[in-house]
């Protein structure tokens, strides 16, 4: 490509990436105004981009929305698997050093949707196996991804009753709110006896280019092999692999993890 192309191409990429993170479709005015492009260039590159299908015009309202290209483009992402792709050698270098199971999870809604697992041999069985969706309140790696969710949007994933698989983890919102403070204040999460009882997890959070939750690694194991002074070194390692997969996506943590300041979850108590 010439150099004189690339600044172009990097515009185009701009306006999808802007495209894609608002709720609704924008004003040609707005899409200059917010990637600091004159308007007359912003015209010519929408235009352009509509031809070959990225972005469509609305002309009744007068905006502009992704178009079929860029959703054939995202639907050919998810059929590639490439998350699991990028995650699974590190999911399996996490089981080979601490040789207990490691897992990576996804929210789905207001559930911990699990992707992948690695197991060492001779090890117990779990509930969490690939496809098995739990509440995510309940699950180390749902909550260390929802502690980097707005209050708002947490409070909309779990507008009813709580429910629990063995009498163990969160009862209500409230309760929920200050597990999730202190998840995002240390940078990871645990759960002890929520899912199964005699085991516990630990997860932390990988992250998109925006900086929003994209999945949770995670390793859990019977509690009786590891007292609770070993789990600071036990999450350090998962850090470390969700840290990696962080990279991987091209994506970075929100200022100032380990955690967003500890207010963002509790400020609408």
Do not use: N
């Not at 709720?23 to 004159?38: D, N, W």
């Not at 995002?184 to 899912?195: F, K, L, P, Q, S």
């Amino acid at each position: 490509m010439a150099a004189e192309q690339v600044p172009a191409a990097r515009r185009a990429l701009a306006v999808l990436r802007l495209l894609a993170s608002s709720a609704r479709p924008l004003a040609a005015s707005a899409i200059a105004r917010e990637l600091s492009l004159p308007r007359s260039s912003t015209y010519h590159l929408l235009t352009a981009m509509a031809e070959d299908g990225f972005v469509t015009y609305l002309p009744e309202d007068r905006l502009w929305g992704l178009g079929v290209t860029a959703f054939e483009i995202g639907s050919a992402y998810l059929r590639q698997g490439p998350l699991e792709r990028l995650a699974r050698p590190l999911l399996v270098r996490l089981v080979d050093r601490l040789g207990e199971i490691g897992q990576l999870g996804v929210l789905h809604g207001a559930e911990t949707l699990y992707l992948l697992k690695e197991q060492p041999r001779h090890h117990a069985t779990l509930v969490t196996d690939v496809g098995v969706r739990l509440p995510a309140y309940l699950t180390a790696s749902g909550r260390s991804m929802l502690a980097h969710l707005p209050a708002a949007q947490v409070r909309a994933l779990f507008p009813g009753e709580f429910v629990t698989r063995t009498g163990a983890g969160p009862r209500s919102l409230r309760e929920l709110r200050r597990a999730l403070a202190e998840d995002a204040r240390r940078g990871w999460a645990v759960e002890d006896g929520h899912v199964t009882e005699g085991f516990a997890s630990i997860a932390a959070c990988s992250f998109d280019h925006v900086g929003r939750p994209a999945a949770a690694m995670a390793v859990t194991f019977r509690r009786e092999t590891h007292d609770e002074e070993e789990w600071p070194d036990l999450a350090a390692r998962v850090r470390e692999a969700a840290a990696e997969l962080t990279r991987r996506l091209s994506g970075h943590a929100p200022a100032g993890t380990a955690g967003y300041p500890v207010d963002r979850v509790d400020r609408d108590r």
